[in-house]
């Protein structure tokens, strides 16, 4: 993983990565590779305020048959998350500033770190 700004970081296989403050996880946009099922997104070459287009769709699995799976649905907008209204999680409906990445990440990935 290779930490762009505070905000984005890029996985591997050139997975984009940004932080989910519904799903409290990581969510990837494969920007230059294709991902699951084949899905691939734009991005606006912004590292503060990313653009990803279109929509992620993510599920996980609560691990409990006697509880639904998650489902967020969102658009990420000029660092802006929109979630849509059909999301499972508490954040349905919302839009949300794009949080920093998490300190594992920015502490264990920076480039050019003095660490
Ligand atoms: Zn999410």
């Keep these: 993983m290779r930490v762009l700004s505070n905000k984005l970081a890029e996985g591997l296989p050139d997975a984009h990565v940004v932080w989910c403050p519904a799903c409290k996880i990581l969510h990837k946009f494969y920007v230059n590779s294709f991902g699951l099922n084949k899905a691939r997104w734009t991005w606006n070459g912004d590292i503060n305020r990313p653009t990803f287009s279109p929509s992620l769709i993510i599920t996980i699995s609560s691990g409990d048959k006697n509880k639904s799976d998650i489902r967020?649905?969102?658009?990420?907008?000029?660092?802006?998350?929109?979630?849509?209204?059909?999301?499972?999680?508490?954040?349905?409906?919302?839009?949300?500033?794009?949080?920093?990445?998490?300190?594992?990440?920015?502490?264990?990935?920076?480039?050019?770190?003095?660490?």
């Design 72 to 115: 967020c649905h969102s658009f990420l907008k000029n660092g802006i998350w929109e979630y849509l209204n059909d999301c499972t999680h508490e954040m349905a409906g919302k839009k949300v500033p794009l949080p920093d990445l998490p300190d594992w990440v920015l502490k264990h990935h920076r480039v050019n770190s003095d660490a």
